[in-house]
């Protein structure tokens, strides 16, 4: 459960480019559910993603996870609980070139200082659950859009997050692979994950697997009064 | 702790893997960090090589020598005036020296040619217990060694002479061959190569000849009754500016030389290689610190985003400042070993190749300059201190201000 209260996020305070990106978000995620942000471009999606990731602080208001508050924690923490929570499918899938799609895979484990021998294995089982272990010695630049973006799903799930954050995961993909995209996001519903997603695709907002689709609009939810 | 060793592991294999990764890069980086490197160490170790070997010939030149002046020149020094002195009070000892350049037409070079102490005229009976004797070839190491080559003149024997190395390689001559001089008088004089002079320091033995007296008095014409000039010791270090200034008094025409003025004149020789050597250093420096100020001026895009994208995945600041401590710790240790060792080998057994046009003064004197291989602590320390870690901490500074900045923007403008 992630409970929102009354968030605001302004960027460059103080300056002329001051920007009010998140204008008062009072919200709550439920677990083990599939819930979708959707709204128009510059709305607030990604910005309200990345305060639930643990990624950056709102200006204002609190974020609770499983009713402990995080908002005022030091950075470490949040680092810790970014790492041990959440698992990241980023839009540009962002892996790192030149290393092969198993280091990538493997890296957001390495400050926790696993074994290596163990965390081989669970890395190359979950590339196998993606139809990618052929690939798992191949290097980034090689593989093709779609490949990628599953290294980038695998790599989200290394750590075992209980909450799945993707932002504008079908943006690269096209139908077939979107498709395929809802079809992981189903076997993550069926693991017991809470998985976030922004999209402006309605084939995403308009899937089965969705339980909750919230509209964003200027910094708030649609619907709510200015 | 155990995942601790683990998490240091990942990181250290990460940043191996990494710094494969942008090959070319890192490898222009390394070569040009090595030369500066190797570009510094050479001119620290000729420079502390020279100096060494330079004390070393002080630590055993008398403390005082006493020449006669004639027109304000060198000249011979009459016996009579070793008496004198040696009855001047605080005067331990006073021995007669003799020693003389000789040109050799053929071969173009300079020999100085030396009557060892032993025999010297009339030894005084009281003066210090003979010095070794030294009989053949034999090497000898550590901080003991002398750098003026031990042999009496007793072992030498009439008609023969004991030759420096230089000079053995210059003639390609070996024991037991003769070589032929040309006396003062221009008569013939073979002598007789008895033993080479194997000694610590080249710098002073390699263009030495040692024979006997009355082959030197005879090579150069020179009477029974003089010497060269007169090594004087004294009782008390202290007195010895007084007893100088005694011996101006008894014979204005002598001229005492104390053993630091010697020294000064040393340091004077060696500050003007030195300061030659400063350019060079003060350069290797300057090349260095607009090199790493260009490292520290920032990162390329490519290990932005990398930073970016491992912090967005959970990797702490801390773990990608000690990434990056350990990228710039295994370039600058690299680098400075290669440069180190390069240096050593170029300074102590290519003789200082690459500085030899500056050398050329000397490599008339000194066929090869070889010098003995003389490295401290110390001077690496500094070296370290000048290379490595103002490196390394320039690595840190741009990584660390990258690191900083909010993971969520590695979810933003990364476009590829
Ligand atoms: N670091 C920042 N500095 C200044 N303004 C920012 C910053 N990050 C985001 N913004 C602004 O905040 C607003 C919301 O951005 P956000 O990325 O959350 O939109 P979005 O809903 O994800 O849009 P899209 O659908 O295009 O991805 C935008 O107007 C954006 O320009
Ligand atoms: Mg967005």
Redesign the interface.
């Known amino acids: 459960m992630i409970e929102l209260f009354d968030v605001r996020k302004v960027f460059n305070t103080g300056k002329p480019s001051e920007y009010s990106a998140l204008n008062g978000i009072s919200l709550n995620i439920s677990s083990n559910k599939v819930t979708v942000l959707t709204g128009p471009s510059g709305s607030g999606k990604?910005t309200l993603?990345?305060i639930i990731?643990c990624?950056?602080r709102p200006t204002a208001g609190r974020v609770k996870l499983s009713g402990r508050e995080i908002t005022s924690l030091p950075?470490?923490f949040l680092?810790d609980i970014?790492?041990k929570t959440f698992g990241?499918i980023?839009?540009?899938h962002?892996?790192?070139?030149?290393?092969t799609a198993l280091?990538n895979v493997m890296?957001?484990a390495?400050?926790?200082?696993?074994?290596?021998g163990p965390l081989k294995e669970r890395a190359m089982h979950l590339l196998d659950r993606l139809d990618l272990s052929r690939k798992a010695h191949s290097r980034i630049e090689w593989l093709s859009g779609g490949e990628a973006q599953r290294v980038g799903i695998v790599?989200a799930l290394i750590?075992d997050p209980s909450v799945i954050i993707a932002?504008e995961p079908t943006s690269n993909l096209d139908t077939k692979l979107s498709y395929r995209f809802l079809e992981i996001v189903e076997t993550f519903k069926k693991d017991g994950k809470t998985v976030l997603i922004t999209s402006h695709d309605p084939l995403v907002y308009q899937a089965s697997v969705v339980d909750e689709v919230v509209r964003l609009r200027d910094g708030r939810l649609e619907g709510e009064a200015p | 702790m155990?995942?601790?060793?683990?998490?240091q592991?990942?990181?250290i294999d990460?940043t191996l893997?990494s710094l494969l990764?942008?090959k070319v890069k890192n490898i222009g980086l390394l070569i040009l960090y090595a030369l500066i490197v190797f570009i510094l160490a050479s001119v620290m170790f000729f420079t502390h090589a020279i100096k060494k070997e330079a004390s070393l010939v002080l630590r055993e030149s008398p403390e005082m020598i006493v020449q006669k002046v004639v027109a304000g020149r060198h000249d011979l020094m009459p016996l009579r005036y070793r008496d004198e002195i040696l009855k001047i009070r605080g005067v331990q000892a006073v021995e007669g020296r003799l020693w003389g350049y000789y040109f050799d037409p053929v071969f173009g070079a300079n020999y100085t040619l030396l009557v060892p102490p032993a025999t010297t005229a009339t030894e005084q009976a009281e003066t210090e217990p003979m010095r070794t004797v030294v009989t053949e070839n034999e090497h000898r190491h550590g901080p003991e060694e002398q750098a003026m080559p031990l042999v009496g003149a007793e072992t030498i024997g009439a008609g023969n002479i004991v030759i420096g190395n230089g000079i053995a390689r210059v003639r390609n001559a070996g024991k037991g061959e003769f070589i032929l001089f040309r006396t003062h008088a221009g008569e013939g004089m073979p002598l007789r190569i008895k033993d080479t002079l194997s000694s610590a320091s080249e710098l002073v033995s390699s263009d030495l000849i040692l024979m006997t007296e009355p082959d030197f008095r005879r090579f150069f014409g020179i009477p029974e009754n003089y010497v060269t000039d007169l090594a004087v010791s004294v009782r008390n270090p202290e007195e010895l500016s007084t007893i100088a200034a005694k011996i101006t008094r008894l014979f204005p025409d002598s001229r005492p030389i104390i053993r630091d003025e010697i020294l000064r004149t040393y340091d004077s020789i060696f500050n003007w290689r030195g300061g030659m050597m400063i350019v060079i250093l003060s350069a290797a420096v300057l090349a260095f610190v607009i090199f790493a100020w260009d490292k520290a001026s920032g990162l390329s895009a490519?290990e932005r985003r990398?930073i970016?994208?491992?912090k967005?995945?959970?990797?702490?600041?801390s773990?990608i400042i000690r990434m990056k401590f350990w990228e710039g710790a295994v370039i600058s240790l690299t680098a400075f070993l290669a440069g180190v060792i390069l240096a050593y080998i170029h300074v102590f057994f290519t003789h200082s190749l690459v500085f030899e046009p500056a050398l050329k003064g000397w490599s008339t004197l000194y066929p090869q300059f070889k010098l003995m291989p003389f490295v401290s602590a110390e001077q690496l320390t500094t070296l370290f201190f000048l290379t490595v870690v103002p490196y390394t901490v320039s690595t840190i500074v741009p990584a660390w201000r990258a690191a900083t900045i909010?993971?969520?923007a590695?979810?933003?403008h990364?476009?590829?």
Do not use: C, V
């Open positions: 990604t993603l990345s990731g990624m950056s950075e470490r680092t970014r790492r990241f980023f839009q540009q962002n892996l790192i070139k030149g290393i280091e890296l957001p390495y400050p926790l200082g696993e074994r290596h790599r750590n932002d | 155990k995942s601790w060793i683990e998490k592991k990942y990181i990460f893997s990764r942008r490519g990398e970016g994208i491992l967005a995945i959970g990797w702490e600041t773990d909010d993971p969520d590695a979810m933003r990364t476009g590829e």
